[in-house]
């Protein structure tokens, strides 16, 4: 179906350690739908850092097919790979990764650079992406003026300014404190509220129920994959 914007068939990823043969996905078979937001699970060793490096277009499989917004990214070469990267997708981290000398404007505006985009439409892009996650008056802030929670925001507004198919966060609260990572789930939420396709890499449940879907991984195979409802206010009353 033309609403499908990733679709696993049979994923396997083997590694060799020595003279072992390490199988990190076992036949993975998934799909997820534009506008979804899936949270990825799974206990140390269940394949879930292989998962994310893949679905990121960081690794290529060993065998089996994967197709991203309509192209087969499974059989290219690196430098596909890293054009597919740059449009499709949206990196958030646990770490930030921001320049610290920068400002908020500049870090977000780092992609679009690399991109070859106009100094004017740079700013405007990147203006607009510091409004979605709430931080339009913090532009010209460097992190160290800068909360966690806030600095965060500004990975996620850099992630975005590219407008990507998919927004593919890993562990992104992992730095975070709980008010300060509830307070980010809350801009994963409106974003994928507003049309944004979400991918979570996490091994926190409590992190992983603000999606919507929950893949569990297993010794490299799904081992359950299971709605999420939303939250409902009626307990509030």
């Known amino acids: 179906m033309n609403d499908v914007i990733i679709r696993l068939r049979g994923i396997t990823r083997e590694y060799m350690m020595g003279a072992e043969c390490v199988q990190a996905l076992r036949g993975i078979d998934l799909e997820i739908r534009r506008n979804e937001y899936v949270a990825i699970m799974g206990p140390s060793g269940s394949g879930k850092s292989t998962m994310m490096n893949m679905l990121g277009c960081l690794d290529t499989p060993s065998a089996g097919q994967y197709w991203l917004n309509g ?21 958030v981290f646990q770490t930030f990764n921001l320049l610290p000398r920068a400002s908020a404007m500049a870090n977000v505006e780092l992609p679009l650079v690399y991109a070859g985009v106009s100094a004017r439409d740079r700013r405007d892009r990147a203006a607009a992406a510091l ?64 049309g944004q396709t979400v991918i979570l890499v996490t091994h926190e449940p409590d992190i992983a129920e603000h999606a919507r879907r929950i893949v569990m991984l297993r010794d490299g195979r799904i081992d359950s994959d299971r709605a999420v409802a939303p939250a409902s206010c009626e307990a509030v009353a």
């Open 71 to 91: 192209h087969e990214v499974s059989q290219m070469e690196d430098d596909d790979l890293a054009r597919i990267r740059n449009v499709e997708i949206g990196f």
């Open 131 to 194: 409004t979605r996650v709430g931080l339009a008056d913090r532009m010209d802030h460097r992190p160290n003026e800068l909360s966690g929670g806030q600095r965060q925001r500004v990975a996620i507004a850099r992630a975005l300014v590219n407008e990507p198919s998919i927004l593919l966060a890993d562990e992104p609260t992992g730095n975070l404190d709980s008010a300060t990572s509830d307070e980010i789930m809350r801009v994963f939420g409106d974003l994928q509220a507003a």
